[in-house]
């Protein structure tokens, strides 16, 4: 089936294009991208775009679908429809599911589940050590053959500085990153930032090199295996010097922050609202200020979710005993597009974050609307205000900071493989 | 100057005004316990429960005394009689003990917040008796009533308080209430034991105990918190007392009519000696005290007046 996607304002930062074009699809490729292209098919499907803007769609690097294991909060099923729902058409899913994505049947299973009930692509990342246990290699090589983009820990660093050297020089047999969670438990153990809102608070503390020391270890260990490294949710203004130094010696350097390191900081956690316990923890004001410097100058290529989606009761509780993470696909674009209207980031400089800057750091063929490419895509419009309900999420984790927040922006229309992955209710029928 | 809060959850919430309020009530009330019959009908028909997941002498009993003395009925848990050995949260716990219909609920715990939960669920007027190392409003209450009544002023004082400032809870609760009037705070401690954000509350640190209580009005001992592992943050607790252990040649360095003050319990021969402990200038007792009358009177402007 043909659909036409027609009068939008196409912006696809991996063509260089920002212009008024229709998109023409046809099954789950893109057929063509040209001014005016007229409904000739009787068949062809025509989504009135005019008004809106027209982007490849989102691909997130970083999500928690918890399935298989953990389905009390979240299914693939329900972790897509929300990331659909958020503009994304392929999502990373990190490795610590039950049981820990470290061989291929789980791998197979997650990406059989995505076929079979999956509103978008799944993307699985395979954990880079058995049980994420720190101790021996996944199987790595099956798992590629069976998938994954990527390999990760994420939840806790790669502690044992030899066996990360072993991953990284073995990943390089595949061409997939690693993506580093950078945490040293030694310097963590704490629920929040430590700074002055900590100091007010009275919560044990996480303070900003614990961190810092990783994301200068995982870089050194990397590149002397020259192999490339991508650093994940960074936070704090010294993890972002560090990285920027790092740039400039060794390019094989990426990373990524999340919405909610350039939208609220520590003084959110005064109340002792559970939603606002994650890891990272909201950071102070300058780590915020220096987050969106480092958007604007480059040093972070990438916006990624860091979807954590928790069952109530495990956010109903004392501070201190209650999970870390906040449910972000349906919450992230609308905050990142504040980026725009604060005048951080040109439009095409943001969704080059979500679109080709992650594809180029997995290798993978989405994030452009160039012809011939998936026909992935989304339409959204960024002036348009809604507030934020949590009540409303399709994800089943409602742990959001972020509910009552008036936002501008909203994602219209996901077409994820050719398919209409979810249509907002404000967006007239095509 | 009204009181309309529900709760007494942190001194970080209360205005000047108001925390004078609380002083000037319990003065009205100081007086009840050196009657021959300790006893007032205030509270009579309410019902006062403390909750406490944390070893207490002081405070427990002291609110205990305090709503006994005012002729409420009062009820103690604590944490090896509770429910919460057998698996049933917090919260639970509060809901339960809310539906027998208290007037206020009094807990402590380890866990910062823990009460502000609460307070966010109960209809019952929630007292914050200690949360791990977030604060401690009725002592912070009951010191400052302490130096008011010894001093005769806050304005003008300068308050030197020594040791274990982040695992705290009482010093958090005293640099708060302090900063509402015209005082010099000087925190002192190993630098492990003190965070230097601590410097955006209107606090001065100074390392070294003999300059930090030089010319003191009133100086403030707080014992190591073991139990939030205060013992990991110095080499030895020997060499901990020879560098923060309040001596006599200190008493010399501060004003001639220091006043010594510690929240108990006290460590002796630790952060405070027998001389000093004992000595002409230590309140500590007059602490306990005053305490009582404070813990009056926030129970009477929390759940006294409507009858």
Request: glycine residues 8%; aromatic residues 6%; charged residues 25%.
């Amino acid at each position: 089936m043909k659909i036409l996607v027609k009068g939008g304002r196409l912006v696809d930062p991996g063509q260089g294009i920002d212009a008024k074009l229709d998109v023409l699809l046809s099954g789950n490729i893109v057929e063509k991208i040209d001014k005016d292209i007229p409904e000739k098919d009787a068949g062809m499907k025509v989504v009135d775009a005019s008004g809106h803007i027209v982007a490849p769609g989102l691909i997130d690097v970083h999500a928690h679908l918890r399935e298989p294991g953990y389905e009390y909060k979240e299914t693939i099923r329900t972790g897509t429809m929300a990331a659909a729902k958020g503009g994304f058409t392929s999502v990373v899913c990190m490795a610590n599911t039950d049981p820990v994505n470290d061989n291929k049947s789980v791998t197979e299973y997650i990406i059989k589940m995505a076929r079979l009930e999956g509103a978008c692509r799944v993307l699985p990342c395979g954990a880079v050590s058995k049980g994420l246990k720190g101790e021996e290699l996944s199987d790595i090589g099956e798992m590629y053959e069976a998938g994954i983009v990527a390999l990760s820990d994420d939840g806790k660093s790669v502690k044992n500085a030899g066996l990360l050297r072993r991953a990284f020089e073995y990943s390089l047999l595949f061409n997939i990153p690693i993506i580093s969670h950078c945490e040293d438990d030694t310097l963590s153990g704490g629920f929040v930032n430590e700074g002055a809102a900590s100091v007010k608070s009275g919560l044990d503390a996480i303070p900003s090199i614990a961190e810092e020391v990783i994301v200068l270890r995982d870089i050194a260990v990397a590149r002397y295996a020259d192999a490339p490294v991508h650093l994940t949710h960074i936070s704090a203004q010294g993890s972002l010097e560090a990285i920027a130094t790092a740039k400039g010696r060794y390019r094989k350097v990426t990373c990524d922050t999340c919405p909610h390191y350039f939208s609220l900081t520590d003084e959110a956690t005064l109340g002792y609202d559970t939603n606002t316990k994650v890891n990272p923890p909201l950071r102070s004001q300058k780590d915020v200020d220096a987050v969106k410097e480092a958007l604007r100058n480059n040093t972070v290529d990438i916006i990624a979710t860091d979807h954590a989606p928790h069952e109530f009761t495990s956010k109903d509780v004392e501070y201190n005993l209650a999970t870390f993470g906040i449910s972000g696909f349906e919450t992230a674009f609308a905050l990142s597009l504040a980026l725009v209207h604060e005048g951080v980031l040109t439009l095409k400089e943001l969704l080059g974050k979500f679109t080709v800057n992650p594809a180029r750091l997995l290798n993978i063929p989405y994030g452009t609307l160039a012809p011939g490419s998936t026909a992935d895509l989304i339409v959204f419009n960024p002036s348009i205000e809604w507030t934020v309900d949590a009540a409303q999420f399709l994800s089943k984790g409602r742990n959001t900071p972020f509910s009552g927040w008036k936002l501008k922006g909203k994602n219209l229309l996901t077409i994820a493989g050719g398919k209409i992955a979810y249509r907002d209710p404000l967006f007239k029928k095509a | 100057m009204n009181w309309d809060k529900k709760d007494l959850l942190g001194i970080k919430e209360l205005s000047r005004e108001e925390i004078l309020l609380v002083l000037d009530t319990a003065e009205s009330f100081k007086d009840i316990s050196k009657r021959e019959i300790k006893k007032v009908p205030t509270l009579r028909g309410k019902t006062v429960i403390t909750l406490f997941y944390e070893p207490s002498t002081r405070t427990r009993t002291s609110f205990e005394i305090a709503a006994k003395r005012m002729s409420a009925d009062t009820i103690n848990i604590s944490s090896s009689t509770s429910s919460s050995v057998k698996g049933e949260t917090l919260k639970d716990t509060a809901r339960n003990l809310e539906s027998m219909r208290p007037d206020a609920i009094v807990i402590r715990h380890s866990m910062p917040g823990a009460p502000h939960m609460l307070a966010r669920i109960l209809d019952s007027s929630v007292i914050n008796g200690g949360d791990g190392a977030h604060e401690h409003p009725t002592q912070a209450l009951l010191d400052l009533f302490t130096i008011r009544e010894k001093k005769g002023r806050i304005d003008g004082l300068k308050v030197a308080i020594i040791g274990d400032i982040a695992h705290s809870r009482v010093a958090r609760s005293n640099f708060f209430t302090l900063s509402h009037f015209d005082t010099e705070i000087i925190c002192s401690g190993p630098p492990t034991m003190i965070p230097p954000d601590i410097e955006g509350i209107g606090v001065k640190i100074e390392y070294n105990m003999n300059k930090a209580v030089k010319g003191a009005d009133v100086v403030m001992m707080l014992r190591i918190q073991k139990e939030r592992g205060g013992i990991s943050f110095i080499p030895s607790v020997k060499e901990y007392a020879t560098l923060y252990g309040l001596r006599k040649e200190h008493i010399e360095k501060a004003k001639k009519d220091v006043i010594i003050m510690h929240p108990g319990p006290m460590n002796r021969g630790i952060e405070i000696s027998d001389e000093v402990a004992d000595g002409p200038y230590s309140v500590i007792l007059d602490q306990v005290e005053n305490g009582l009358a404070v813990r009056m009177a926030i129970l009477y402007l929390l759940i006294g007046r409507e009858s």
